[in-house]
Structure formats: C-alpha cells, structure tokens
C-alpha cells in the first residue's frame, strides 16, 4: 500500500537566503516559507532541492533549514519535502533514516544518482535500497541534464510500482512521447509533478499532478493558480498565464539557478543578500532587472493598476 497521496499542487523549493558575507540567514528563510504557504497557497515546501544550494551547506546548516521549513509547515499542517542527492546509496540511507526520524518529513527528493551513470539497473537497485531501509516517501528526481541518467518509461513505472515510491519529479526537459506514455498510465499512488519551469503548462495540461518549480519562488500565487486552472480544466485562462509564466521561467534561468532568483528577491526585499556560493556567481544585473519586470504577482499587478 502507498501512504496517502499528498504530491498534488505546488511545491516551492526555497533558496537559502544567505547574508553578505554568506551566512546561513534564518529569519529571512523563516519569512519565505510562511509566505509560500500563506500568501502564496502552496501546497507545501522543499528544502535542500538544487535551487536551495544544497551541495554547498554544511551538515549544520542542511539541519537548520530544515528545523526551519519544517517549522512553517507544522504551523499550516502543509507536507515538507526534503532533498537527498548523492550517489552514494549507503550515505543517501543514512540521510534518509535522519529525516524520518525527525516525524516532520513527507516525502524525500531523490535524484538518479549524479555522476556516476549506473545505468538504469543500477539506479533501479538504488531505489529499491533507499525504499526499503530509508523509511521514508521518496519522489524520485528525474533531472537527465544535472544527473547524467536517463531513464525510461520503464524504468519509471518499475520505480513507481516500488511501494515507498510516491512520485516523480519530472525534468527531463521535454514532453515527448515519453511524458505522454508517463501520464497516460502512472502507477497507482505514484504522482507525476514537472520539474521543469518553462513547460510546467503543457506538462499540466497533459495531465501532470502539481510542480515542484525553482520559479515560484517568485510569484508563487500565480504557480498556484496556474496549477489550480489546469486541474479545473480552465484551458484558456491556464494557457494565457502558462504563456506568462513561461516568459519569467526563462529571464529566472537566464542565468544558473538560483542566481536570478536570489537576486529578484533581493531587490524585492525579501532576503538580504542576492548572495550565492561558489562554485556559482552572482547574476548579472541585467538578467536581474529583466527577470523583476516580470516578478510582479497578477492581484499585485491589479491593484498597482487601479492605484494608478
Ligand atoms: O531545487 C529544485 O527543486 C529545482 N531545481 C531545478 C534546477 O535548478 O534544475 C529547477 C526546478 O524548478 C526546481
């Protein structure tokens, strides 16, 4: 039996705010969340997912955004979804056991496992490893472009008839007719959420579950909404904001992720640094004004509108 489905709607992965001189800012992550699931009607939150700089926290700091993500999702009984990327399955189960232990943990955000290409088989055992000693939900991470693995239908479906397995979150940076035979027949309890911004739209109106997308973390209502016409079969209202949407997705990733995002948010005053880790650089200010002339969420939009 899978756990109750819980992997509908949107799931923000949240950067981690950093200050000037790249400290951990825990206050302005604190804020960001509450707001996501607040203001913004996300269905939960990720922490620690590529956009949250995952691969350049301590063990300390990866303990601390959790504590504080989970923290906003107790307070609005939202389920908390938490990265674990390595390739190394022994480590990634020990990761795993930590989280579940917690109590606070829905589900945990796997990729293939990066670098190393073991093959669809190997990735297979790797799953079934992490579904039967992790102890926790897993939503498999199919990023080809960040891991290089690629798997196919096959693969997916076996993964999704892995009773642990709740869902995937899928980037692989096309709907083809691979997505299509994907959504057409998922395994039981097994979610399909896109993971890739720019197509979110078409990847809904296919039939896809919910997103997991870097780009809501700037106008997170209107991903909300977005996901919310589609599952309501609004076609002509989803398609014009899918068409909007899609344009800030590509000013966002214009630059490595989260760079833009970071920097949008600071000028929004939402955190205080655009700060990033190396081995990634700051954006440009270019992409950052591009990316904010497009940052203005729709009911903000309206009223700057009548205001004026
Ligand atoms: O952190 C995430 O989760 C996401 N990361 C992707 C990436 O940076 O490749 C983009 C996606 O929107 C969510």
Known sequence: MKPDAILTGLFV????????????????????????????????LVALGTTAEAAVLTAEEKRAVVRVCAAACRAHGAPLIVGVGTNDTAA???????????????????????YTRP??????????????????PLVVYDIPYRTGQTLSTG???????????????YATGAIDAAAMELLGSPA????????????ISPLLAAGADGGILASANVRTADYAELISLWR???????????????????????????TVIKGVLHAQGRIPSPAVRLPLLAASADSVRRAA???TDRTHQARQGAAA
């Open 155 to 169: 693969t997916l479906d076996a993964l999704g008839h892995l009773p642990a397995v709740v869902g995937v979150k």
């Open 293 to 295: 002339a497009l940052a």
């Open 92 to 114: 990634a189960i020990t990761s795993l056991r930590e989280l579940a232990q917690s109590g606070d943990v829905a589900a945990a955000l796997v990729p293939a496992p990066p």
């Open 188 to 199: 039981p309890g097994f979610a399909v959420l896109g993971g890739d911004d720019a197509v």
């Open 232 to 258: 309501r079969d609004a076609a002509g209202p989803a398609r014009r904001l899918g068409a909007e949407l899609a344009r800030l997705s590509a000013a966002l990733f214009a630059e490595p992720n989260p």
């Open 119 to 136: 093959g669809e088989a190997g990735t297979l055992a790797h799953f079934t490893a992490l579904a039967e000693h992790g102890g926790l």
């Open 13 to 44: 992965p949240l950067v981690t705010p950093f200050t000037d001189d790249l400290r951990l800012a825990p206050d302005a992550l604190a804020r960001l969340a509450d707001e996501a699931l607040s203001v913004g009607g996300a269905r939960g």
